[in-house]
């Protein structure tokens, strides 16, 4: 037997009713917010995202040659492809530009509850615009969707990297900010005199110790937030590791999930060098949607999704079975049909699995008198109707 690959996931049918609810809700707040959804391809060259995406990504990242030898790579994130796509395509378009999109992403990672080789993302990128006020309006959306997906006990935390490398000053290289990354507490031996501004963040105190220039986007960005009731916190260790983020940066966590609780990433970026644009001027954010399902933990047992099952029970009834079953779907009842004769006791098994309100039986007798036995499972009783009463009655209910 060949195994699925490591870190990849299957989803099953009740899980996968999860996520299309999830992605209906997430639908929604976008439409709310006047996003258009959008698609890129799976895979891009391989440049697009070694240029900026950050060496933890491009490490981690599926890159192949193709039989026409070109360097391509999975995506690993979305940003740069929406961006990509935005400069071949809709460069004229009026802006500010909102677009959204859902999209499998793969990394190469060391694999483990939450995170996996080939994840999903639901993101938006708000382009042609950075400003605070931009990033109030993104930033207001990543809460909504984070809301609207059933998340109770989210934090968000709100970062500016003007005021990481006025802190840091020329010690921001790639190693310290993958230390600021992951909150290490090494940080107190390498740059020990701001370490706990980065690791306990204080608005006041980050002030103090770099400018009150430098935290005014930060401080008007937190303003404009409480004014649209988005409860969030300041941290000014958000390093992202993402290179092209520039300015405000933010991530949101589910605690509940334990190491892997980040859920919820983004911020400023300028990816203008990369997709051959003078400075790109955008705003965005990536929703890992694995972890949230995770974390609304509500993929559990099979939830009934049926509301007939019609049963033959005999050969002679099949043709009579499938051609109601036909019926019914079409007046919008949902209907499963058995696929050979049935016992009624095992036909009423199905059906109260599956949590159908009736089951409709076809035997000897129902094809005899040219009629059909419905059963309704609520309140148990049996009638012999024709096969239009059958369809009236149980699409009536
Ligand atoms: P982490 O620090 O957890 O590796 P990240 O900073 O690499 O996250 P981003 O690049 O910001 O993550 O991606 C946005 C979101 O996508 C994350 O907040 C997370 O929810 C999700 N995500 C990232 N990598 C994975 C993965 N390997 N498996 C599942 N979800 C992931
Ligand atoms: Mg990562």
Redesign the pocket.
Known sequence: MIARPRGTRDVLPDEMEERVRAFGALRRVAALYGYGEVETPTFEHADLFIARSGA??VEQMYTFEDRGGRILALRP?LTAPVARMYSSEMRSWAKPLRLCYFGK?Y?Y?RPQK????E?T?FGAELIGDDSTAANADLIAMAAASLGALGLGDIVIRIGDLRVLRALLGDRAGPDVMRLV?KKDPALREVVPDVADLILEPRMDEAREAVGREVTADLERLLSYLEGMGVATVVDIGIA???DYYNGTVF??DAPSLGA?K?????GSYDLGGVVGIEGLKATGF???L???LLASGRSGPRVGNLDAYVAPLLEAAMGPALSLSATLRQRGVRTEVGLSPERPAKAIKVALEKGATHVVFIGEEELAAGMVAVRDLAGKEQEALTAGEAVARISRE
């Open positions: 933890e990504v994130e992403c990394r990672e939450g995170r996996y080789r994840f993302q990354d992202r590791g993402l991530e949101a892997e980040q859920v919820c990433g983004g990536a929703i890992g694995d972890r949230v």
